[in-house]
């Protein structure tokens, strides 16, 4: 389904009946991601008695993509965000916010807002704290983001399937490293090249600061075979005044891909504690 807000169209999946004693659990993909790529983890996260709202980021899945990259700003992205929420019947202190990657940069920013009860980070960072090194990520995604737009979506994917970051996936079965293929393929080159430009971790103001002022529970998530993002969730939950970290075992940068009964295991049974 689509939900409009702030003159954007958010596409959003949802899973479990909506009910004044459940929590309600937001889901932000990655890049070059979308809602409908957490597949059957969506279902297994309803079952713990969660309501599941997953949402299409600006520049992907059914989503609109934008001309104007200042739009996917990680400040509009958490104006939408609660503004569909809200249209949804979403009320503040009533969900938790999930982030994945570039998901869980934009919840990590999210969750200042006051309008989460608790927030849950896979592979995410609070940003570069070095302003020479924002600037020379600022510059790469500008190279990737107008690379993408001269070759197209398939070559591009084609280099990103490749990257170090994701070796671990290719010891997924051949119909799940298929169907994230697809998914991967089903964007559109505008959207992702704006995403880049307006939300990449070179534009994005650092957040390390902030961290002790973050009052919530936090659920830290990395896996075990990604050692720059398990060492990144190590020094934020050291930061953090409410934080727990799950590294897990043989998995790479996607660790809800590549051990998903796991996955839902940490979130539902951390998510079930904060219902108390």
């Not at 958010?10 to 979308?34: C, I, P, Y």
């Not at 009533?94 to 009860?117: E, K, N, V």
């Not at 790469?140 to 084609?158: K, M, N, Q, W, Y």
Request: net charge neutral.
């Amino acid at each position: 389904m689509l939900v409009q807000v702030n003159g954007m169209r958010l596409g959003v999946e949802q899973r479990g009946a909506a009910s004044k004693h459940d929590l309600t659990l937001v889901m932000l993909h990655g890049f070059t991601g979308s809602a409908a790529g957490w597949g059957s983890l969506l279902d297994m996260l309803a079952a713990y008695r969660l309501r599941v709202i997953a949402f299409d980021l600006p520049g992907h899945g059914q989503s609109d993509a934008p001309r104007d990259p200042q739009r996917y700003a990680v400040e509009c992205c958490e104006r939408d965000i609660v503004a569909a929420l809200q249209e949804l019947g979403v009320k503040r202190g009533t969900s938790l916010l999930l982030g994945y990657s570039m998901g869980g940069r934009i919840a990590l920013y999210a969750a200042f807002s006051g309008f989460f009860r608790a927030l849950i980070l896979e592979s995410a960072s609070p940003g570069l704290e070095d302003p020479v090194e924002r600037e020379q990520r600022r510059a790469a995604d500008g190279a990737l983001a107008a690379s993408i737009e001269r070759d197209g979506v398939p070559a591009f994917v084609d280099r990103w399937e490749q990257l170090p970051l994701f070796a671990s996936q290719h010891r997924l079965p051949p119909e799940t490293r298929e169907a994230l293929r697809r998914q991967r393929l089903n964007n559109r080159a505008g959207g992702l090249a704006q995403s880049l430009r307006g939300v990449g971790t070179g534009v994005q103001l650092p957040l390390q600061d902030r961290l002790p002022a973050l009052h919530m529970p936090v659920l830290l998530i990395a896996g075990g075979l990604d050692t720059k993002f398990a060492a990144i969730a190590r020094s934020m939950s050291q930061a953090l005044p409410q934080s727990q970290l799950c590294i897990v075992a043989n998995a790479g940068h996607a660790a809800h891909l590549e051990r998903p009964v796991e996955f839902a295991s940490l979130v539902g049974e951390f998510c079930l504690a904060i219902n108390g």
